[in-house]
């Protein structure tokens, strides 16, 4: 059985940092491509940063430079660190753990919110 699990979210300021980070098992972890995606009120789910099993890394544009996503197979985890937190950020982040044709699985997600 495989569980996605999130955890880390929360109320920060503007310009503050968080980090999220999704434990997934069940699956062979290292084969899988991981992502954080996040839908804000209104907004369809977008694609924030994914990681690739070797490694490989890609970002949203508005995130770039501000966000690093990263993995430790040991630990079966992926990271999201968020620095330089706006207001636009706001948004229930998801995890997801991507094998491509074969198998897909989603977080319950994890709140973030900006806000003075």
């Known amino acids: 059985q495989v569980h996605v699990v999130e955890s880390g979210g929360g109320l920060v300021q503007p310009g503050g940092s968080l980090r999220l980070s999704c434990t997934v098992s069940?699956?062979?972890?290292?084969?899988?491509?991981l992502a954080w995606y996040r839908q804000a009120p209104g907004n369809e789910r977008e694609l924030v940063a994914s990681i690739s099993g070797s490694g490989n890394t890609n970002y949203a544009d508005s995130v770039k430079g501000r966000f690093t996503i990263s993995r430790d197979n040991a630990k079966i985890t992926v990271y999201l660190q968020m620095n330089s937190l706006k207001p636009e950020d706001t948004a229930v982040y998801y995890c997801n753990a991507n094998f491509p044709g074969i198998h897909t699985f989603w977080g319950q997600g994890t709140q973030v919110t900006v806000s003075s």
């Open positions: 069940g699956i062979s972890f290292r084969m899988y491509a």
